[in-house]
């Protein structure tokens, strides 16, 4: 009876119409019209307070020659692949905590931590970590014997990874709560299966149980990936991008224009790059993990 | 029947889905129609907004001074009622300018000086005040202050505070390790290598801000270039910035860095975090501008001890050269008269008045150094408000914080410089001709 409703509720063209309704207007309201309002500024000379002049693509065309977009750029796409990379990490531990071993229940819970922490208290919690006089790294590091650990977020070469370690800890939990719910989906009967044909845990997690969850997996390097390009908050807060521009992402860099140096023409016209070009990536890897038919057993 | 409550859960949702959208449309004209009453008025009596930035969380001196103020405004002029409206720092910045884009400014407001309020006055936002500054303030102000708030020579802004900049230091820390107060460059540096060999940081610093690594910058270069004010005529461009004064700077700056004097890994931190090494006694010194004097006097926030153990020096000479009664420093906040105003005298009024009363109020009432002159002896202080309020009578020149001085965007280039400068990734050269470059391209 309740399937039979619904087919007739799917059937009709107006209900269909009614239901998307709402969630059109508000994403057209809230995010399709910004957007190309963004677009449109872009094409302006605007300080953000005085009158707009439209100067067509010249910020466009200034920002594909400007050196600091260019570099914020490769900051993002160095933290997507570290992101990306860091989801196989994430699968093992998610592996790890789907068997039966004891204590995984806690250590779940454990992985979970840093989701429920805003951001901006993890970047408060990180900053007192690797402060250089006092932050307990370094404490650490001299109590082992190392005489002049590095200023983590002053140091132009270090600052950005330094950076990455918190932003791969933050996202631990929600990949691995995605994997262990994935993985928990997989028939017992199938392992059980695998068991009694004598093949080993290794082999069972890395010959069944991954490739099944090989669609979740292509999910979430997308959702990774993208995530990373358009990523803000962690290094506003610590570093606001320094020192001179070191740790730079495409959103703080969007940000610095348009807020502190009164450019919002200029900053629209990087936010509106910053959506091609997530647009583009996030193309390209659907084509590369793109595959014909399911993995079924 | 599901099929029904399908329905009515739908249209309900879809009515709540348009609700929101219009509760979202009438909060942005809520302002509008405010004003538009507001400017009328009822009777005679007419309604002046004044927004300010002082919230009585944060800032609870300030906010009850201001509304002391007011009261007394509104008893002297039965027919102005004050409107108030307060937002916290952040908040105030961004609605000030999302209001001036549409037209919607306070009568009354605060602004900061120079290169932050250019685009308002070129955008015809404030109202000019020369008649104001002539009937009622003229020779008020500190010399400089009411400069900061001109545009070719005509004023924009009636400047509320004044702050220039000293080296605060731990007199005990100083004494256990036998140092003097340097007076010449040199000397700092013997004094940050004694420290050092000591353990103890010499200067505590937060470059993540890069405004503070900026004083110590405009400071080398005021004292190298002696009497001229190198710094602005540069950025006035009567002068290049690739003057070698200003390339000087950059390399006693360097010196100072390679010397150890700063605390390490100053790039990173917030000026927050360096300001709380200060006063938890882990550095000996701390550049930073008189806004901080309560944190050394009043505040029973700050342990009684340490702040008996504060003193400042001005910053010493480049060996000999420059003068220790010239200052970084400059104006804070100041207030605007909006130019659309449909009660622009009575505003005018209002500003004026806040000015001379809080001049009266703002040192003994809220620690804060005016911009109106103050005569030290009439005012029951504490001894380094004194101090300070000699210095200022005394003083041969401000200079105006660069990233206040120059445009917004230009601003945004200095301050990423001097970060690499201070990090060693740049040499003197490349910054001043960075510095040129930008300063040129906006001509």
């Known amino acids: 009876m309740g399937l039979n409703c619904m087919n007739k509720v799917m059937s009709n063209k107006w209900i269909i119409t009614l239901y998307i309704l709402p969630a059109l207007l508000l994403i057209t309201i809230l995010i399709v019209i910004p957007l190309i309002l963004s677009g449109y500024f872009g094409l302006m000379k605007w300080d953000g307070i005085g009158a707009m002049e439209f100067i067509g693509l010249d910020n466009y065309i200034v920002a594909l020659q400007d050196s600091k977009f260019w570099q914020s750029a490769l900051h993002s796409f160095l933290l997507a692949i570290f992101s990306a990379l860091s989801l196989i990490g994430y699968l093992a531990v998610a592996l790890i905590l789907a068997s039966k071993l004891k204590g995984t229940n806690f250590l779940r819970k454990i992985y979970l931590i840093p989701m429920l922490l805003s951001s901006v208290a993890i970047a408060q919690l990180w900053i007192k970590v690797y402060n250089p006089s006092n932050g307990m790294l370094n404490s650490i590091l001299r109590m082992i014997g190392f005489e002049n650990p590095p200023a983590w977020l002053a140091d132009p070469n270090i600052v950005l990874y330094a950076i990455f370690i918190p932003i791969i800890w933050q996202y631990a939990g929600f990949y691995i709560l995605i994997y262990y719910a994935a993985l928990k989906n997989i028939p017992e009967s199938l392992i059980e299966a695998a068991r009694i044909d004598g093949a080993t845990p290794l082999q069972i997690a890395l010959k069944i149980k991954v490739p099944l969850i090989m669609n979740v997996f292509k999910v979430t390097i997308v959702l990774s990936i993208v995530g990373s390009l358009k990523y803000f908050d962690l290094i506003y807060v610590m570093t606001g991008g320094g020192p001179n521009g070191a740790s730079e992402v495409m959103a703080s860099y969007m940000y610095k224009l348009a807020f502190s140096s009164y450019n919002f023409g200029y900053g629209s016209a990087i936010g509106f790059l910053l959506l091609i070009i997530t647009l583009i990536v996030t193309v390209i890897i659907r084509k590369l993990t793109a595959t014909d038919e399911e993995i079924q057993y | ?341 449909d009660v622009k005298e009575e505003a005018k009024k209002f500003a004026s008045f806040f000015v001379q009363q809080w001049g009266v109020k703002a040192v003994e009432d809220v620690g804060v150094i005016p911009a109106t002159k103050v005569d030290p002896e009439s005012l029951d202080l504490p001894q380094m408000y004194t101090d300070v309020l000699n210095d200022l009578n005394d003083a041969t020149n401000i200079t105006l914080y660069v990233d206040v001085q120059t445009s917004p965007s230009t601003a945004q280039v200095h301050l990423d410089m001097i970060q690499s400068l201070f990090g060693g990734e740049i040499t003197p050269e490349e910054f001043a001709e960075t510095h040129e470059n930008t300063l040129a391209s906006e001509e």
């Open chain 2, 1 to 341: 029947m599901r099929f029904k409550k399908a329905i009515t859960f739908s249209v309900v949702l879809f009515i709540l889905s348009l609700l929101l959208v219009a509760c979202g449309g009438d909060d942005g004209d809520n302002g509008d129609t405010d004003s538009a009453t507001s400017d009328t008025g009822s009777g005679n009596v007419k309604t002046v907004k004044f927004m300010h930035l002082w919230p009585e969380g944060s800032s609870a001196k300030h906010h009850q001074v201001v509304n002391e103020i007011i009261e007394e405004f509104e008893a002297e002029n039965e027919d102005i009622k004050i409107d108030l409206e307060v937002l916290s720092n952040e908040q105030y910045k961004d609605k000030i300018t999302v209001l001036s884009t549409s037209n919607e400014l306070p009568d009354v407001g605060f602004t900061w000086a120079a290169g932050y309020m250019e685009p308002f006055v070129n955008g015809n936002k404030f109202a000019p005040l020369d008649d104001v500054v002539e009937s009622d303030l003229a020779d008020d102000f500190v010399a400089g202050t009411l400069e900061a708030f001109s545009v070719d020579d005509v004023t924009y802004g009636l400047p509320l505070e004044l702050n220039i900049s000293y080296i605060f230091y731990n007199k005990r820390i100083f004494e256990e390790n036998g140092v003097e107060v340097p007076e010449t460059l040199d000397e700092l540096i013997e004094v940050a290598e004694v420290l050092n060999e000591n353990g103890v940081t010499p200067i505590a610093l937060g470059n993540r801000d890069a405004w503070t690594g900026s004083m110590w910058y405009m400071y080398l270069a005021d004292r190298i270039a002696g009497d001229e004010d190198v710094l602005t005529k540069a950025i006035d461009r009567e002068i290049s910035f690739e003057h070698p004064a200003l390339i000087q700077a950059g390399e006693e700056l360097q010196r100072l860095v390679d010397a150890g004097a700063f605390v390490q890994g100053f790039n990173g931190l917030a000026d927050e975090e360096a300001k709380s090494m200060f006063t938890s006694e882990q550095a000996a010194m701390y550049l930073i501008a008189t806004w901080d004097l309560p944190n050394y006097t009043t505040n029973e926030d700050i342990p009684q001890e340490f702040r008996d153990a504060v003193d400042y020096f001005p910053f010493p000479t480049v060996n000999g050269s420059g003068d220790m009664t010239s200052y970084v420093g400059g104006p804070g906040v100041g207030l605007f008269v909006a130019e659309n105003s």
